[in-house]
T-cell receptor, first 114, second 114 residues
Framework: KQEVTQIPAALSVPEGENLVLNCSFT??????LQWFRQDPGKGLTSLLL?????REQTSGRLNASLDKSSGRSTLYIAASQPGDSATYLC?????????????FGGGTRLMVKP | DTAVSQTPKYLVTQMGNDKSIKCEQN?????MYWYKQDSKKFLKIMFS???????INETVPNRFSPKSPDKAHLNLHINSLELGDSAVYFC?????????????FGPGTRLTVL
């Protein structure tokens, strides 16, 4: 069974700290992996998309890495800010998922304290 | 100029009723999706719809049926609602069904079945 797991489920850090969110997946046959942000009562916003042939992607203070062979991805957030507080979701497109379907992890709820 | 919109935002109804949730995207995308996020915050794909091709997650009960009057709309009909249907339902769209296509999400519809 293809699954995506995110650890930790919740994380609280003081403002300014650098932090790492973890995502693991059970099948290395993937097209790509995507990180999303979800704010309470709102939809998902795509942060970074890493293709299976890539090792990392960067956008501003965010850096996502991918190690397909070990089934892992990390999202690194530099110099965290209170505005970064949200739930971060990792989603994977496995090879045998028809229709561009995403398999999501359970998310990491991040709180950045001022 | 909302990209993906859903109505209603909240829906409270009795068990056994039939209800619909509407989704519209103004991005000119070819593919639309419905996801369900349960009380534990797990997001699971329900349907993928592209150019009249419907791909269904086999775990979805046949009480759920998507209807697409045109390319910009994908509505979700639910018959004989059950308590376990209570969740947040998200609509999403992507340019095509290519594995490189980013999905854009709507704000969600919170369904409560009493």
């Amino acid at each position: 069974k293809q699954e995506v797991t995110q650890i930790p489920a919740a994380l609280s850090v003081p403002e300014g700290e650098n932090l790492v969110l973890n995502c693991s997946f059970t099948d290395s046959a993937i097209y790509n992996l995507q990180w999303f942000r979800q704010d309470p009562g709102k939809g998902l916003t795509s942060l970074l998309l890493i293709q299976s042939s890539q090792r990392e992607q960067t956008s501003g203070r965010l850096n996502a890495s991918l190690d397909k062979s070990s089934g892992r991805s990390t999202l690194y957030i530099a110099a965290s800010q209170p505005g970064d507080s949200a739930t971060y979701l990792c989603a994977v497109r496995f090879h045998n998922n028809a229709g561009n379907m995403l398999t999501f992890g359970g998310g990491t709820r991040l709180m950045v304290k001022p | 100029d909302t990209a993906v919109s859903q109505t209603p935002k909240y829906l409270v109804t009795q068990m056994g009723n039939d209800k619909s949730i509407k989704c519209e995207q103004n991005l000119g995308h070819d593919t639309m999706y419905w996801y369900k996020q349960d009380s534990k915050k797990f997001l699971k794909i329900m349907f993928s719809y592209n150019n009249k091709e419907l791909i269904i997650n086999e775990t979805v009960p046949n009480r759920f049926s998507p209807k697409s009057p045109d390319k910009a709309h994908l509505n979700l009909h639910i018959n004989s609602l059950e308590l376990g249907d209570s969740a947040v339902y998200f609509c999403a769209s992507s340019q095509r069904t290519g594995f490189w296509d980013t999905q854009y999400f709507g704000p969600g519809t919170r369904l409560t079945v009493l």
